[in-house]
Structures are given as structure tokens and as C-alpha cells.
T-cell receptor, first 114, second 117 residues
Framework: GDSVTQMEGPVTLSEEAFLTINCTYT??????LFWYVQYPGEGLQLLLKATKADDKGSNKGFEATYRKETTSFHLEKGSVQVSDSAVYFC?????????????FGAGTTVTVRA | DAGVIQSPRHEVTEMGQEVTLRCKPISGHDYLFWYRQTMMRGLELLIY????????DSGMPEDRFSAKMPNASFSTLKIQPSEPRDSAVYFC???????????????FGPGTRLTVL
């Protein structure tokens, strides 16, 4: 079945550091890929998404490119802030298989220190 | 739109009591999902509905858990009897029907933090 594997945390960074969270996926169809973010005490929010190969999703300085050849969707941000401290989830949804569930990675906890 | 609404936000109960969690999806969304989040197991899908009909309940842990969606704007997740290991944050999410433009992502509610003593 479809699955997502993301790098384990926790990740601790200093402000203005570069952040990368690796995410790879396994899917039989043509999935859409997502990054969700969960701030402390809150629900999950969509951070960015990409619906087909070579698409780049971007939001709030974060970027991720849908790489079909490497089945990856790595999240990057060039200069993190304390407010980026959160748990980040990579996920996929394969609407082409008529299965509308989201398959989530385990989540990566990111802490940014001032 | 107010987004997905869940109630209560926090629930503390004693073992053996019945617990009912409530969810109001975004208007017009055809799909509704219930998730459970714990430190040990991460984010787990419990059940999801399409047009008020349960489609996949394979994630429901056991018979103590039940979910209903009596109409398009309301769903409940019930635990009876509750146990300490049910302590978790329960999220509800909704999404529109596939093909409705670009909006194929799920929208999450703020969650209900359940503590069973």
C-alpha cells in the first residue's frame, strides 16, 4: 500500500539556519504530496502541496519539489525562525486509486533556538 | 467559513465512563475523517465517511469505539467504556469531493484532548 517515510527527529537548529526534512514515498498510482505543520497545542495545517511530478509547493518560505524519479518530497527552508518550531508531517493522497485517505509520515519535531 | 469544529476541546473522565467527541465538518465537504494522535503511535486514521456513509473503519481499535455521521454537518466518535490507554488527542478532518478544483487536501479541526484517569 501507499506509505510515507520521513526523517526522524527531533531536529534542533539556531535561528537563520537552513532546514531540510527528508521525505520519501511509495505509491502505486499518481499521488498528491503534502506537508502539514502542527504548532504546539494546535491541529494540523496544510503548509504546502504538489499534485504532479516536478511541481514545487511553497509557502511561508518553505519549499518542496515533487521528484518522481527519486520518489521524494523534501521540505526546505533557507532561514528558520523561532516561530517555525513545530512538528512537520509529510503525507500523500492518491485520488487516482479512489482511496481518499491521507498516508502520513511519523512527523519530525523541529525546535528553533534564538 | 469557520473551518472544522470539534467539541469539547478538552475532556477528562474516569475509566469506565462513556465519552462522546463531536465534529462539524466544513460545509460542502463530502469526506470526514477521525484520527487519533499519541506519542507512541503517532497519527492514526480511525475511520472515514463519504456522504455520511462509513467507508473504512479498519483503524478503529476495538468494539469500544464507534462513530456515526447522522447528517452532512455532524459526526460523533464514542468510546464506551473508556480506558486510560484511550488518552490521546482526537482530530476530525474533512475534504471536498475529488475533482472540485485544486482543493484535494484535508482540513483539520483543533482536536479534542482526552484524558482517561
Amino acid at each position: 500500500g501507499d506509505s510515507v517515510t520521513q526523517m526522524e527527529g527531533p531536529v534542533t537548529l539556531s535561528e537563520e539556519a537552513f532546514l531540510t526534512i527528508n521525505c520519501t514515498y511509495t505509491a502505486t498510482g499518481y499521488p498528491s504530496l503534502f506537508w502539514y505543520v502542527q504548532y504546539p497545542g494546535e491541529g494540523l495545517q496544510l503548509l504546502l502541496k504538489a499534485t504532479k511530478a516536478d511541481d514545487k509547493g511553497s509557502n511561508k518560505g518553505f519549499e518542496a519539489t515533487y521528484r518522481k524519479e527519486t520518489t521524494s518530497f523534501h521540505l526546505e527552508k533557507g532561514s528558520v525562525q523561532v516561530s517555525d518550531s513545530a512538528v512537520y508531517f509529510c503525507a500523500l493522497s492518491d485520488d487516482s486509486s479512489n482511496d481518499y485517505k491521507l498516508s502520513f509520515g511519523a512527523g519530525t519535531t523541529v525546535t528553533v533556538r534564538a | 467559513d469557520a473551518g472544522v469544529i470539534q467539541s469539547p476541546r478538552h475532556e477528562v473522565t474516569e475509566m469506565g465512563q462513556e465519552v462522546t467527541l463531536r465534529c462539524k465538518p466544513i460545509s460542502g465537504h463530502d469526506y470526514l475523517f477521525w484520527y487519533r494522535q499519541t506519542m507512541m503511535r503517532g497519527l492514526e486514521l480511525l475511520i472515514y465517511f463519504n456522504n455520511n456513509v462509513p467507508i473504512d473503519d479498519s483503524g478503529m481499535p476495538e468494539d469500544r469505539f464507534s462513530a456515526k455521521m447522522p447528517n452532512a454537518s455532524f459526526s460523533t466518535l464514542k468510546i464506551q467504556p473508556s480506558e486510560p490507554r484511550d488518552s490521546a488527542v482526537y482530530f476530525c478532518a474533512s475534504r471536498p469531493h475529488p475533482g472540485q478544483g485544486i482543493y484535494n487536501e484535508q482540513f483539520f479541526g483543533p482536536g479534542t484532548r482526552l484524558t482517561v484517569l
